[in-house]
């Protein structure tokens, strides 16, 4: 069965500082990544998704930067951290035209 | 309003009543899904409803989709506290390749 994990599970990190935040699926293969994140009490906002290694696309734009260096590896990555850049970050994969299936989360709080 | 939007924002119920929610939604799609969220954790996927399919059922869970209307409906039958949770409807757009769009979620309380 497949099996997506994210970590770390919570983050506190301070403004201007970097960020690595990484999803890894198990038992799939080439499936479609996403990372979203969701404010307090809303809906999700897609970030990224990729159909593919090395394949990114870019839904807004902001300092978030995310990469696919293997097939079941999605990361998330900031150079410089906004305080805006607090909340709840998701991965999810699926494949095509399927149900998306998410990880645990990350809880990002930017003092 | 955004694809796919959920009425009512929030819904409290007594333990064994059935609860509605209601999504909207703009573009022609491939399929609508609903998921669950527990406070604090990751989603989780309900039912799959395709463009062609007008009701499904999964245990307590009955939706239904109107194409015609752009919109879908989540029953909960004889909803449990276990039930309470956020619920967020989210379409696969046709052109709209491989991403969902979602709602804002409804927050049902089921009361013991």
Known sequence: SQTIHQWPATLVQPVGS???????????????LYWYRQAAGRGLQLLFYSVGIGQISSEVPQNLSASRPQDRQFILSSKKLLLSDSGFYLCAWSEVKSAQYFGPGTRLTVL | S????????????????????????????????????????????????????????????????????????????????????????ATDAITAGNKLTFGGGTRVLVKP
């Open chain 2, 2 to 89: 955004q694809q796919g939007e959920e009425d009512p924002q929030a819904l409290s119920i007594q333990e064994g009543e059935n609860a509605t929610m209601n999504c909207s939604y703009k573009t022609s799609i491939n399929n609508l899904q609903w998921y669950r969220q527990n406070s604090g954790r990751g989603l989780v996927h309900l039912i799959l409803i395709r463009s062609n399919e007008r009701e499904k059922h999964s245990g307590r869970l009955r939706v239904t989709l109107d194409t015609s209307k752009k919109s879908s409906s989540l029953l909960i039958t004889a909803s449990r506290a276990a039930d309470t949770a956020s619920y967020f409807c």
């Open chain 1, 18 to 32: 970097p960020l690595s935040l990484e999803c890894t699926v198990e038992g799939t293969s080439n499936p479609n």
